[in-house]
């Protein structure tokens, strides 16, 4: 995949507001036994801070050999089983990293969070390397960390060095190369969703905010303008994935590329709109419900792909259905009180100003064909994605990733007010007749 290439091409476009600098990318075969090797030619730094945990130390049996073969002077931890990343531990990997010149973290998913935000903190070279094709956060800037019990984004950095030996990942547990999967069935919703959005310009005009912590006010701009090329390559990784690409490689490779492609196009962008739309808020609002339950959430990959599937049978529903009769925006205050337990102020601030502020009823109306249009071209049947995900072994229904009826229900309905985006299902929601 010629990722340089495509950087290149969105030099000159306008809307690719992100950092256009690519990571060094290396996937191949004997990419393991070789790594110190490459990283010494690639004049990443000799001493090293070598983070995994005990599955990730597995999958990479003999990089430390290769690292330490090559002169590299390495520092290493190994945690057990991290499920999750947490402030906590991107302190204990910053207090590793005194007299520690670059960093490499061994796996893509909670591992390469805390690094990130690790080494961007420290202003240490980062190298990545993975052992599944589980999520694409990896190659963005900012890393998912828990505070407080909540899931909030931090400023991190992207890698400078990506490493992956297509026989680790071919040896990745099912599970994993399936949460991959399901990360990247959701771009179609995401796509539809971005698409929707341009219709009515986002947030044409730059529109007052207040801040709710002191009350001061400022000004907010669109920073989610439609890029046709970006989004042409979001296709082109969920094309990857759904076996729409000829390719001789492994199947898990195959998703990895996809998965560091859409991980490329929010960076390009500068923002996650490319590759998260209501999929990936309503699996947020599972995630962070089930943190404040204090039950150990699912993989990312594998309750985005269960959204998707939610999801694409509300928008096909509703598209195939007369137009709905459009009313002035409303809120249920009182329901997203309760659906946010703890969050109101940061609700406020993603609803005040609300992104539909500037639709009618009469405009909706109006676009209503082009919504339809839009589904329809971006989203396949709910059946096609259903094959997909069943042929990957990604779980299919709520139930298998421990998500009740309620919570179901709840999403549906509130998990779009997460985000100041405009989505399908938040118009729906918002000035639609709901959808549950
Ligand atoms: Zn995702």
């Known amino acids: 995949m010629d990722y340089e290439a495509m950087a290149r091409e969105l030099e000159s476009c306008p809307c690719a507001a992100g ?12 990419v393991l036994p070789t790594a110190g090797e490459i990283l010494r030619q690639e004049g990443f730094p000799r001493k090293i801070l070598l983070i995994s945990d005990e599955n990730t130390t597995r999958a990479a049996r003999g990089l430390l050999r290769s690292l330490v073969e090559n002169g590299f002077v390495v520092r290493r931890h190994i945690y057990p089983d991290l499920r999750s990343a947490t402030l906590e531990t991107v302190k204990h990997v910053r207090s590793l990293t005194p007299g520690i010149a670059g960093i490499i973290a061994v796996g893509t998913g ?25 999520m694409d956060g990896f190659a963005s800037a900012t890393a998912p960390i828990i505070t407080d019990g909540f899931k909030t984004s931090h400023q991190a950095k992207a890698p400078d060095f990506l490493l992956a030996d297509t026989a680790v ?4 547990p099912a599970f994993l190369t399936a949460a991959g999967v399901g990360d990247i069935a959701g ?13 009515f310009g986002e947030c044409p005009a730059p529109v007052a905010a207040v801040s709710y912590k002191d009350n001061t006010s400022s000004q907010v701009f669109c920073t989610e303008p439609y890029c046709p090329q970006i989004a042409a390559h979001v296709r082109e990784a969920f094309h990857m994935v759904s076996r729409k690409t000829d390719s001789a490689q492994p199947y898990s490779t195959q ?21 998260s739309g209501a999929e990936h808020s309503l699996a947020h609002f599972w995630e962070m419900r089930k943190l404040f339950a204090e039950e150990a959430p699912e993989f990312h990959g594998a309750m985005v792909g ?14 195939n259905n007369p137009s709905p009769a459009f009313v002035p925006e409303h809120k249920d205050k009182v329901g997203l009180r309760r659906a946010f337990p703890g969050l109101e102020a940061e609700i406020k601030r993603m609803n005040c100003p609300s992104p539909l502020a500037n639709l009618s009823p009469e405009q909706l109306a109006e676009t209503w064909p ?16 259903e094959a997909l995900l069943r042929a990957a072994g990604a779980p299919l229904t709520p139930e298998e990733i421990h998500v009740p009826a309620e919570l179901v229900t709840e999403g549906l309905r509130y998990s779009s007010y997460a985000r100041k985006r405009i989505t399908l299902l938040r118009i729906l929601n918002g000035m639609g007749p709901g959808i549950v």
């Open 255 to 275: 998703v990895l590329e996809a998965l560091i492609l859409s991980g490329l196009c929010m960076a390009w962008h500068g923002s996650s709109r490319p590759a």
């Open 370 to 385: 082009d919504i339809c249009r839009i589904v329809r071209e971006e989203i396949p049947p709910t059946a096609e994605l």
């Open 306 to 319: 269960v959204a998707t599937l939610l999801l694409a049978e509300v928008y096909h529903r509703t598209v």
């Open 187 to 199: 771009k179609c919703i995401a796509l539809a969703d971005w698409r929707i959005a341009a219709l």
């Open 169 to 172: 990942l071919e040896k990745a």
């Open 19 to 30: 950092t256009q600098r690519l990571p060094y990318i290396r996937i191949g075969e004997s």
């Open 110 to 134: 909670c591992i390469s969070d805390v690094c990130r935000m690790a080494a961007s903190q420290t202003r240490k070279p980062l190298c990545i390397f993975a052992t599944a094709a589980s």
